[in-house]
Structure formats: C-alpha cells, structure tokens
C-alpha cells in the first residue's frame, strides 16, 4: 500500500481529513500527495508526535489554495504554531483579550490613531463602530468557548472591515480568494518494518 492509500486510510480510522496537494505553485497537478488536516493545533502537534514515535517520518505542511483551484499547494514545510498570529503590518492587527470592552475595543479599531479629514470619514467610522462591536463579540465569544483568552484580529483600517482573526488553535484561515491551512505529511515506514516492531 502507497503513502497516500496509507494516509487516506489512517484519516478514516481517525475520524480526519485527507486533501490532496499539489508541489505546484499554480495549483495545477503534480506530484500529488494526500495531508493530513485537523481542527486545532493542539489536535496536530499530538497526532504528529504519535506518528514520530511509531517510527514514521511526518512533515509539517502549509498548504495554500486559491478560489476555483481543485488542489491545495504544499507551500512550505516550517510551520511555527503562532504563524497566523504573526503580524507584518502592526497598523492593522489588534491583541483582543475576553475581559477587553467590546464597545472601547470597537471605537479604538475604527478611531485610535486616525486623523479624519472631514466630517462625512468621522460619520462613516462612527458606523462602522457598531458594526465592529458586534463582529468582537462574536469573535471573543467563539475565544471563550475554546477555553482560550486572547486572539488577534487582522482588519483593513482603510475599509473598516475584518479580513480574519486568529488564536493559539488557530489551523487555516481564509482571506479575499486565497485560503491557508496548515496539514501534515506522512512518509510511513514499511510495513513489514511495523510487524517486525
């Protein structure tokens, strides 16, 4: 049985996910292989350590997909388990806690380092206030229910708008037409090997 048959049988077993991955870039097929996906981090890092110590050589994926392809690309092969709270632009990130106000946490997303050039920016960031508020508190509310505190949320500060948010568990997120997803490869050891273990 080949890697992949093997793959697709452990996600049955499992109650998981396999996806099929592409090494090309454009999302055309090419050496395809199947990954393994989870729901949290947490769920990946003990599966992946469970794998490592029965013998079988994993690597950590990030795949990456764009609307209309069939196949998720093999993006890169390091993975640090924080990625999708990383920022590269600190003008539009915002640390969220659940003990924050949504009210203070909406005005400072729409208000906290702006310089409004008229009155009609003013109104139409003071609407979106609101709007903000209630998209936090579902935000925190979906924090909370994981049993976590924190989580950072990336917004488009010219548009008023969330692009996506992420905490510790955080696996893929999605934004505009591209989606990411962090995955596991498997290289499983032969099974003769295993029946001799």
């Known amino acids: 049985m080949n890697n992949n048959s093997r793959t697709l049988d452990y996600a049955c077993n499992n109650g998981l996910f396999a996806v099929e991955t592409t090494s090309e870039a454009n999302g055309y097929p090419a050496n395809l292989r199947q990954a393994l996906t989870f729901d949290t981090i947490t769920d990946l890092l003990v599966c992946s350590d469970e794998l490592t110590k029965s013998g079988h050589s994993v690597t950590e994926l990030l795949l990456h997909k764009r609307d ?4 998720w690309h093999r993006r890169a092969t390091s993975i ?11 003008e539009s990130v915002l640390e969220v806690n659940i003990s924050d106000d949504d009210n203070e946490v ?29 998209e ?18 990336f917004y488009d500060p010219n ?9 510790n568990e955080t696996i893929g ?9 962090v995955a596991l490869m498997v290289d499983w050891k032969e099974e003769d090997e295993e029946d001799n273990d």
């Not at 729409?110 to 709007?131: S, W």
């Open 68 to 71: 209309g392809w069939q196949l």
């Open 80 to 90: 640090d388990h924080r990625m999708f709270r990383k920022a590269t632009d600190s």
């Open 106 to 134: 909406a005005f400072d997303l729409i208000a906290q380092g702006r310089t409004f050039t008229d009155l009609e920016e003013m109104r139409r960031a003071i609407d979106n206030v609101e709007t903000f508020k209630d």
């Open 136 to 153: 936090l508190e579902n935000i925190l509310s979906e924090v909370e229910d994981k049993g976590l505190t924190e989580a950072t949320v």
């Open 159 to 167: 548009n008023y708008a969330i692009r996506y948010w992420a905490d």
């Open 173 to 181: 997120y999605s934004h505009d037409t591209h989606t990411y997803q």
